[in-house]
Nanobody
């Protein structure tokens, strides 16, 4: 069992920055890929960024490349998503997640956090 608790999020103007944090706990948490997914109103949940447990490689959705940075501290079991140059299209509920799927597909996530709202005004 893995528990994920997010913090951060909120309301920001377009072009601004926000930082999301996730604290993971539980057995074998380091054996999972950890990452972030989001769901905007009326849209399907999508992967945003993740660390793969295979080789520690990172994944970014094309829509956030160059703007978002994911980092992971295995010693503290924390995951951070630094979001810069935010756009209104980034408005969504953001979820921290743990997955044994190296591709970090939303349908294959093993554990979910409770979600945190990010709203970007134009």
């Amino acid at each position: 069992q893995v528990q994920l608790v997010e913090s951060g999020g909120g309301l920001v103007q377009a072009g601004g920055s926000l930082t999301l944090s996730c604290t993971a706990s539980g057995r074998a948490v380091t054996s999972y890929s950890l990452g972030w997914l989001r769901q905007a109103p009326g849209k399907e949940r999508e992967s945003v960024a993740a660390f793969s447990w295979i080789g520690g490689s990172t994944y970014y959705a094309d829509s956030v490349k160059g703007r978002f940075t994911i980092s992971r501290d295995n010693a503290k079991n924390t995951l951070t998503l630094q979001m810069n140059s935010l756009k209104p299209d980034d408005t969504a509920v953001y979820y921290c997640a743990a997955s044994s799927d190296p591709m970090f597909r939303p349908s294959h996530v093993d554990y979910w956090g409770q979600g945190t709202q990010v709203a970007v005004s134009s």
